[in-house]
């Protein structure tokens, strides 16, 4: 067996604890594409057996939230869970929803990006004090569900690796919740760890091509076929069978990534 999970993440675990667990109820190895900190839920997707071999091809892509924020009031986390470091002015209806397009936010202290090999939150945790580096995020869509200072609650479409206590932080305040409904193509609505997609589920953002028989054999051997387009594209049979991932340009696809 081998595919993608779409698991819904409940608040406590780590992504890696998930995929842990569903290491051992598939019993084969597994991998996450895209972390969720521990007090995050939502959309985690997880790949088993052959097809950690995709992940990099579904790292990239933009991510949907949604949050309720407490403004007026920064913490050290960006969340509930820190100390309160600042009261601020609440900003008004129309400063919320300006809060789009590209910015340049700091990562916060309770995420699970690494410091010198450690996950910041565990350092957090800990009180080790660490300066944390900032990442440029683009903010292509929010949407204010509810305005009722101080709360407010937003629907937030966001590049890849984009935090979403950063963006809580510039309103001046901090995630009461954080729930990623939507990554690239994949619903949280579609969840189901008990199901296994197919490995050809897991690129349908990509551009496909169907393979001959002839095709798939050189495919198979690392030969180029002819092909239009750039970028990489998903090779399969007739059979809907994922032979590769491969990378066209100049009129060629080169396979990059040979599944099977």
């Known amino acids: 067996m081998s595919g993608l999970v779409l698991v819904d993440k409940p608040a406590g675990p780590s992504s890696f604890a998930v995929v842990r667990r569903l290491r051992t109820d598939y ?10 900190d521990p007090l995050a839920t939502g959309l985690l997707l997880v790949l088993l057996g052959r097809s950690t071999r ?3 091809y579904l790292v990239g892509l933009d991510k949907r939230y949604r949050t309720e924020i407490r403004l007026g009031l920064r913490t050290s986390t960006g969340d509930g869970e820190g100390d309160v470091v ?3 002015e609440i900003p008004s209806r129309a400063e919320v929803e300006a809060l789009t397009g590209e910015l340049e936010l700091p990562i916060p202290a309770a995420s699970a990006v690494k410091i010198e090999g450690e996950r910041a939150y565990r350092l957090h945790r800990r009180g080790v004090a660490v300066e944390m580096p900032t990442r440029r995020s683009v903010v292509q869509d929010l949407r204010l569900r509810r ?5 407010v609650e937003v629907d937030l479409h966001v590049s890849s690796g984009t935090y979403v206590r950063s963006i ?6 901090h995630c009461r919740t ?16 008990g199901q296994v997609l197919p490995p050809l589920a897991a690129l349908v953002h990509l551009a496909e091509r169907e393979l001959t028989a002839d095709e798939a054999v050189r495919v198979r051997f690392g030969r180029t076929i002819p092909g239009p387009g750039k970028g990489p ?7 809907g069978e994922l032979v590769a991932v491969g990378r066209a ?12």
């Open 27 to 36: 019993g084969m190895k597994a991998g996450h594409a895209g972390t969720l």
């Open 54 to 56: 995709l992940a990099r």
């Open 86 to 88: 600042e009261e601020t």
């Open 147 to 151: 305005y009722a200072p101080p709360l």
């Open 168 to 173: 809580a932080d510039a309103l001046g305040g």
């Open 178 to 193: 954080l729930r990623r409904t939507a990554v690239g193509p994949f619903q949280i609505e579609d969840a189901d760890e």
């Open 233 to 239: 594209v998903a090779l399969w049979t007739g059979e």
């Open 249 to 260: 340009r100049g009129g060629l696809v080169q396979p990059e990534t040979v599944f099977g």
